[in-house]
């Protein structure tokens, strides 16, 4: 099944596959984040585009799996999991704004 899902900004796009006891979703999250600069608390876009494999289990699981990121949902909520994406790359922190990028950089000379 295709997904094309938007929540504040940011996209999940790829595919899910149903498996007996799971969902595999393979694809890309891309978009632009208002985020704060853990140096001057200033806010700032981040743009974000990575691949992202997800492995979408029911709770509870104790499982560990080294290629897929494990989700745990009753039910497949993509919503979901763009939420709890927008929070962990809010709470990066190296979150840091270009202003306070330069900084540092002419420090070191
Ligand atoms: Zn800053």
Redesign the pocket.
Known sequence: MQINKTLNGLTLKGNSEKKKDCYIITGTLEGDIEVE??????P?IKHIKEKVQYKIVKPPFSGFDEKYDIIEQEKLNIYEILKSEIELIKNDFSN??N??KDKEFNKEF
């Not at 600069?37 to 200033?42: F, N, Q, W």
Request: a positive charge; one cysteine or more.
């Open positions: 600069c853990v140096k001057c608390l200033k700032f840091i704004c202003e306070c």
